[in-house]
């Protein structure tokens, strides 16, 4: 145990000793709401294995366990969804909570919970009544309640089940994208535009209608969407939002290529990196169940993970969901907008919200034909309103695994993934019967007169018409190569027949790049390589930067030793070596340099550039280099961006280039925070918030861990498993299980996974009675022995 570690531990002995607990390492519980007993073993990794005999009482323990791990995160969902956040955060958050309950679904809600299930209602029903007896039990000893609620005097409240179908944490569409393209339209011209961004695999309609007014597009015109689908933070975060990396990877390989002969499969999603985690792993059994994997604690059932007969997976699929509607309004009657040459009535619905510390606001919501309006310029007499695909009903993020946690077949899991309308998302498949596959899922408007990559007229001449069936979606099954994966770039076929649904921004392909190249390579896969290559740091970007710096000349004895140990370097941006610091800061540099130079300053902050358009740019022949409209000289801007590079180095690590090394509280590291911590005193401080480790690699590598000093994105969630032995299948879910600090589980995973390190994730009862750490039986009130 590392000091930092002692000291947490004791300050907590401190913290809690006045707390006598209750809960044995075995015991069991009367609860109410339960038809038969439930066994919960939780391994010493923190995951709980649930044992139930019907499938009410499995899910209603999945909600009851999950809320006492994670009581505050249900919390912060909860009001989120509900839109109550400023009842307890004040002023600051009304716009966020006009947001959500603008953005609302508002259609059939039983309907909605059967879309996912054929038992949707039932489970989820079960799912929030576990959750409800956790807060019914702690609130009779409130004194036990997670710190972040004492620090903010509240108390978490009861859930329904249109808390569970939200739509605040999905993953939606492009519409604020949209905007700031319009205005960068506007301000230089699409060609310019056009120039900047890699737009592909197809070439977009960019023009402006010329019945939009480009003079009135705004940022304030998207203010409340912004607002609600931005996560609730406690203090300014002084990150670059721009250096934020919702990725992912994904592969998976037939038995012909791996050393077991069986399919293998890995996937580590790329979110947020936070304290808590975002994802929480679980283990349901009970007749018709038995899948292990991870998912987001506060949705019933597993969105990544196994069961008897086969795996599964996900990655992004970029998708374009949302779309900006601008409307001439009746100047005899605001109310009004023009759709179809008639003058058409918004929707109104009266709302009151309470707000901390002032008296309750009153708002009214309005929807046109498309959508929730979201601004109203009463001068200019316009109206702005955002067409949702993921307001249809199915809109509820992954939810729709909880049909592919019980798939048997190719056939049932392709049948599941039709209903998965949000987010879009690559997945892959494999089986027992040694056959894989990839599906793209999501919801996908069919759209005939634009693009959807700028703001169109409302008045129904640039209406959807309708989505293209998910089945027909890009997908591919038991291909000759013998693997499929995907990390988020274009992996459409040329000749898919529906190109016009398809997005035109992806990621950088470089991720993408290296798990082919690395898949490819003609020999017997097992465990071992998978957790390599999910591992790896290999910077794709840098083989071909690197070589450019030949031409580079050093005019200090520093920037010599600096080139001659990147001309040397394996292009790994592993922890210990001073070749990958002088790259990273390099590649940083050149992005800056390039996005000042190239971006005119009337779209700064409107338009960013990828790495991969620079890179184009860069080994384009001859020695100027980047759009039409403006020119570079190549060997300059290659000598000034070094020269700067060197210049950061030395002023963030001293002189001494032998202490340059990548992976250091310096520079590239890993912390987290508790998000309440600034509000407390310095002992406790020292128990919620985390140490800081070093971390490799960028945004750019299959282990992505972004490109700021401190990881604020990638995988803290990862999952392989090889299908010939369940038991052989090992994940990850830092910083740990549970976000009390009071738990064990708070962040015992947190070293284990900065150091790219997993834990096996037992299947079988006996493997997992091998590793039990508490046993907990659940029992029916009135029935306890």
């Known amino acids: 145990m590392t ?107 039983e309907e909605e919970l059967n879309h996912y299930h054929p038992q949707g209602s039932e489970i989820i029903h079960a799912y929030t009544e576990g959750v409800n007896a956790y807060i019914s039990e702690i609130l009779k000893t409130p004194e036990k309640l997670p710190l972040e609620f004492k620090v903010l005097d509240i108390q978490p409240g009861k859930w329904t089940p249109d808390v569970v179908i939200s739509r605040h944490q999905g993953l939606k569409g492009n519409v604020n994208r949209e905007l700031q393209y319009g205005m960068a339209v506007a301000r230089i011209g699409e060609e310019k535009v056009k ?38 933070t406690f203090e300014e975060r002084d990150i670059d939002k721009d250096y934020l990396d919702d990725g992912s990877n994904n592969w998976v390989l037939t038995g012909s290529k791996t050393a077991s002969g069986a399919p293998m499969l890995a996937n580590d999603p790329h979110r947020r990196v936070a304290l808590p985690s975002l994802r929480y792993s679980v ?69 009151e919200i309470k707000v901390k510390g002032q008296v309750p606001v009153k708002t009214t919501l309005r929807y046109t034909v498309h959508g929730p309006v979201t601004y109203i310029d009463s001068v200019s007499q316009k109206a702005y309103a955002v067409k949702c695909a993921w307001l249809e009903q199915g809109g509820a993020p992954y939810l729709a695994s909880l049909r592919m946690d019980q798939s048997k077949t190719w056939e049932e899991f392709r049948e599941a993934c039709t209903y998965s309308n949000i987010p879009a998302e690559n997945m892959i498949w494999a089986d027992t019967n040694g056959n894989i596959g990839w599906q793209a899922v999501g ?31 890009p997908n591919s099954y038991n291909p000759a190569k013998g693997f499929l994966a995907t990390a988020n770039e274009d992996v459409t076929p040329k000749d898919y027949a529906y190109q016009e649904t398809l997005n035109y921004i992806w990621a950088d392909s470089y991720r993408g790049q290296r798990i082919a190249e690395v898949l490819s390579e003609d020999k017997p896969f097992t465990i071992g390589d998978m957790v390599t290559l999910q591992s790896d740091y290999f910077s794709v970007p840098a083989r071909t930067l690197v070589l450019l710096l030949k031409q580079v000349e050093t005019k200090t004895t520093l920037a010599k030793e600096a080139k001659n140990m990147l001309l040397d370097w394996n292009y790994v941006l592993s922890e210990e070596a001073i070749g990958a610091a002088v790259y990273a800061m390099w590649e940083r540099v050149v992005r800056e340099e390039a996005e000042a130079a190239f971006v005119p300053k009337e779209v700064a902050g409107l338009i960013s550039l990828q790495l991969e358009k620079i890179n184009m740019w860069l080994v384009s022949k001859g020695t100027a280099f980047g759009p039409d409209f403006k020119k570079l000289d190549k060997a300059e801007f290659l000598q000034r961006t070094f020269d700067r590079t060197i210049d950061r180095l030395e002023e963030k690590l001293g002189p001494d280039i032998k202490k340059w090394q990548y992976g250091q509280a310096k520079f590239k590291h890993t912390t987290m925070k508790n998000a309440l911590s600034p509000f407390i005193g310095d002992s406790l401080r020292a128990v919620v918030d985390l140490e800081v480790l070093p971390r490799g690699g960028n945004s750019f590598t299959p282990n992505s861990t972004g490109n700021n000093d401190n990881q604020i994105s990638g995988a803290t969630f990862k999952f392989i ?65």
């Open 443 to 473: 919801i996908t408007p069919i759209r005939k007169t634009h693009s959807g990559l700028v703001p169109v007229p409302g008045d129904g001449s640039h209406d959807w018409n309708g989505y293209l069936p998910i089945e027909k979606r």
């Open 3 to 109: 000091p930092a570690a002692f000291y947490r531990l004791f300050l907590l002995f401190l913290f809690i000793a006045s707390c006598k607990t209750t809960e044995d390492k075995e015991g069991s519980i009367e609860m109410e709401g339960l038809t038969s007993p439930v066994e919960i073993l939780r391994d010493k990794w923190g995951v709980n294995h649930i044992y139930a005999g019907n499938q009410h009482d499995l899910f209603f323990t999945q909600g009851y366990a999950a809320a006492k791990d994670r009581l505050f995160q249900f919390e912060i969902w909860r009001r989120q969804a509900t839109g109550t956040v400023a009842e307890i955060l004040g002023p600051d958050e009304l716009q966020r909570d006009i947001g959500t309950r603008l953005f609302q679904f508002r259609g059939d809600l």
């Open 721 to 785: 498993t090889d299908l010939g032995d369940w038991d052989k299948a090992l994940m990850i879910n830092s910083p740990g299980q549970s976000e009390d600090v009071q738990s064990p589980y708070y962040d015992n995973l947190f070293e284990l996974w900065a150091q790219n390190d997993y834990f096996p994730a037992y299947f079988s009862r006996e493997k997992i009675n091998g590793v039990t750490q508490e046993k907990t039986l659940l029992v029916p009130k009135n029935e306890k022995d």
């Open 283 to 351: 283990h349901l059994v009970a007749p018709g169940w038995n899948v292990i994997g991870g998912g987001e604690p506060e949705i019933p059932g597993v969105s990544i993970g196994h069961n008897e007969y086969g795996a599964w997976g996900l990655t992004i699929f970029r998708t374009d969901g949302e779309d900006l509607y601008v409307y001439d309004l009746n100047p005899e009657n605001l109310a009004q907008y023009n759709y179809k040459g008639e003058w058409v009535s918004m929707t109104e619905i009266e709302d």
């Open 195 to 232: 120039e900047l961004m890699w737009f592909h695999p197809n070439d977009p309609n960019i023009t402006l209608d010329p019945k939009i007014d480009a003079n009135l597009l705004s940022e304030d015109i998207l203010a409340v969407h912004k607002a609600y689908a931005t996560g609730v």
